[in-house]
């Protein structure tokens, strides 16, 4: 009916599903959302409608997206143990540490224990990237990027 290819239409209709999803996940005002559509060449009339529908189906897109997005485990305590074995049989003199930790994780309403083991090394260079990365998340280029994920 339209006289128009059906790769045309498909294109069309996921631009437009990108453009008000992201629309939506960032929450622009109207200003941005009208700047970010004026470059694309609409008539005034074509870009008041899709202002509109923006602005009627934000808060929905917004509510199906947070369903959408994964229900990851969340902490809820944890426990640990320093094991070192000292001498065996064949060894007599032999320092073998291990630490073993229990992670308790909350997930909707069920509750699971992960355990795992590793040596001290292992964990000191685990803490360290994890303090790295800690750091990484107060330079000035990661805040700007959280911020505008929420």
Known sequence: KLNVGVD???????????????SSKLM???IDFQDS????????ELNKLLLQLYLDSRKEIRSIL????PKLPSYHSLE??????LASR??????????T???HLHQNEDQTAQVLQTDPSTLLHLIQQ???ALGEMKTNHCRRIVRNMK
């Open 90 to 99: 064949s060894l007599r003199q032999q320092i073998k540490p291990a630490v």
């Open 37 to 44: 559509i004026c470059v694309l060449g609409f008539s005034d």
């Open 8 to 22: 045309t239409i498909q294109h069309g209709v996921e631009g437009l599903t990108y453009l008000l999803t992201e």
């Open 130 to 132: 994890l303090e790295q």
């Open 80 to 85: 640990w143990r320093l094991d070192v074995q």
């Open 66 to 69: 947070s369903e959408l997005a």
């Open 101 to 103: 930790i229990k992670l």
């Open 28 to 30: 622009i005002s109207e």
